[in-house]
């Protein structure tokens, strides 16, 4: 084909595609969406789980270092850690609004900046009050990093590509939250301060966001994508919302109820060994990986309302399992059957969202996902507590959510038979 007779916009945008700049203009004057622009939204996406995993294996340190000369701070050690998951569930709806109102690209690039200083600022500070403020407005910022990377995969990808990026997205989060589990605990080695400074390495990521990324709010012709036109509205959109949100936030209560409780039922059974604990962990974050990587299997073979059943019949099982082992064989089969059941959660809950909002509202309603996600994570640990509460023990505490899940899995029964999968 001879280049000459190629209309010159045409050529042009030939050219651009294929090395993935972001001002490539298909035939319909969109811009084209390719592997680099993927690489950072998924890079950026995985910065939520760099939050807390970095962190946690230098609690002991960090107490260590606060506590004998405050015994009154001893609260707030724990907080280091899960702080940023309450400040995420607070500030996403926020997030979504920004990301509406003033653009996703903007956003993501402050927003990224502000968590590579506030991450890393720990590391020369000598209060534990000033380093969990630090740590809230982390929280912050991962809200609008994780809420407009997100938005942005609904935004430049449609069909079956919005599908194998949703994915990716979930798998890169915990391949990422694997490696700098180890990482954190190996700078943690020789001081408490050395992973606060890995957090400075996402500020590289800022050059490549204003490089490769644009604003689909004012590109042309985004605002009507293919299967964007379809979006309910009004009312109809509004119990897609609530169905996504309590999804994914009763999901996660159920989800991470096994990583949490993990070390005391390890020694409930007589197991004190650290590494063992970890392999377990790691077990139970592998399945969750196995579970991402087969849900578009899943997905396709028996359509995403009955993976919802599916999801929670998996995350009843081991909840179950997990509440009734006695070996650590036992222990291994629980958190494989539960992670693998977590792992089909929340790309199965985003995508009908993802599909439904248009895009003046998706940022807002992506936004409000992510909130509900982290309100789950953050409310596992105090709904254990309540079990406890009201049944004295552990273990039947973990049943009674057992119990609840398997409802909520037997509720979505009907609607899996009666419904057609629209996403």
Not at 212 to 219: C, D, G, I, N, S
């Amino acid at each position: 084909m001879k280049t000459s007779r190629c209309p010159p916009a045409a050529a042009s945008g030939a050219t651009l595609t294929t090395t993935t700049a972001p001002r490539a203009l298909a035939t319909a004057g969109r811009p084209q969406p390719g592997a680099s622009q993927g690489a950072v939204l998924l890079l950026g996406s995985s910065l939520t789980i760099m939050g807390a995993v970095m962190i946690a294996p230098i609690l002991p340190k960090l107490a260590a270092e606060f506590v004998p000369a405050n015994p009154a701070a001893a609260g707030l050690v724990p907080l280091v850690a899960t702080g940023p998951a309450l400040a995420i569930a607070l500030c996403a709806p926020l997030a979504g609004w920004l990301a509406d109102r003033v653009g996703r690209k903007m956003l993501l690039l402050l927003a990224t900046l502000v968590y590579g200083i506030v991450g890393a600022a720990p590391a020369l500070l000598n209060d534990l009050g000033a380093i969990l403020a630090c740590r809230l407005v982390l929280g912050a910022a991962e809200a609008c990093v994780m809420t407009c990377c997100t938005t942005l995969i609904g935004d430049y990808w449609q069909g079956d590509m919005r599908v194998r990026y949703v994915n990716r997205q979930v798998v890169t989060i915990g391949i990422v939250g694997t490696a700098l589990f180890v990482i954190g605990g190996a700078a943690g080695e020789h001081s408490w301060r050395y992973p606060f400074y890995l957090y400075l390495l996402p500020v590289l990521l800022v050059p490549a966001i204003a490089a490769l990324l644009w604003e689909p709010l004012r590109a042309p012709q985004t605002a009507q994508a293919a299967d964007d036109t379809a979006a309910p509205a009004g009312g109809k959109l509004a119990p897609t919302l609530a169905v996504g949100y309590l999804l994914v936030c009763i999901g996660m209560i159920g989800s991470f109820v096994v990583p949490v409780q993990m070390p005391q039922l390890m020694i409930d059974i007589g197991e004190r060994s650290s590494t063992m604990i970890g392999i377990a962990s790691g077990v139970g974050l592998l399945a969750t990986l196995g579970g991402s990587i087969a849900w578009p299997l899943l997905r396709d073979g028996i359509g995403r309302r009955f993976v919802n059943v599916v999801l929670l019949a998996l995350l009843a099982t081991g909840l179950s399992l997990f509440a009734h082992a006695h070996t650590v064989t036992a222990v291994l089969v629980a958190v494989t059957i539960h992670g693998f059941g977590g792992g089909l959660l929340v790309p199965n809950a985003i995508l009908p969202l993802m599909r439904k909002l248009p895009l003046s509202m998706r940022g807002r309603g992506l936004g409000g996902f992510t909130s509900a996600l982290y309100l789950g994570q953050f409310a596992s640990p105090l709904v254990v507590l309540a079990g406890m509460g009201a049944f004295g023990r552990l273990r039947p505490a973990i049943v009674a959510i057992a119990i609840g899940a398997a409802l909520v899995a037997a509720l979505w029964i009907p609607a899996a038979l009666r419904l057609r999968d629209d996403a």
